[in-house]
């Protein structure tokens, strides 16, 4: 069984982000494990001095141990003025320490997100992709862009593009995590 962990950057409950998440769930092909992590929104800031100096808070124990029992990390974001929500960057930030040895170190990441802007959206995307990147995570090129306006009644599962778009980054994800 592949574990394919997902970290929504939208702690709103309706988002279409988390909606977006929701399809990758649905989508998951038979062998493989796909789940969203719950309270992201829960971590406290990183800061180094939490790091250096432990016990960490229970919440980063429990973060990082769950990006490090998974095969691969999904990151979904939204675009907040162009770059994803300080919620998914500060889990980056937290996966990716200690730095070199964090939980996220050579694991395989996808980003996928949804916006309203056409060019935000995207540009969300490359951006935490490159956080993840210099965070550790090898980060593959498969990626879906869902623009909201554009979706049927706001719901990405109603648009077989995007659906179709979600299995082939899975499917990538977990050949990049099968190695």
Known sequence: MTNVLVLVGSVRTGSVNRKLAQVAVEAAPEGVSVDIYPGLELLPHFNQDLEDNPPLPDEVVRFKDAVSGADAVLLVTPA?????????????????????????????????????????????????????????????EETVFASIGALPDGEPSGDPQIVEGVKAVLAALVGAAKG
């Open 80 to 140: 907040y003025n162009g770059a994803p929500s300080a919620v998914l960057k500060n889990g980056i930030d937290w996966a990716s320490r200690p730095y070199g040895d964090g939980p996220i170190t050579n694991k395989p990441v996808a980003v996928i997100g949804a916006a309203y802007n056409p060019k935000g959206g995207p540009q969300s995307i490359g951006f935490a992709g490159a956080a993840a990147s210099v965070a550790g995570g090898s980060v593959i």
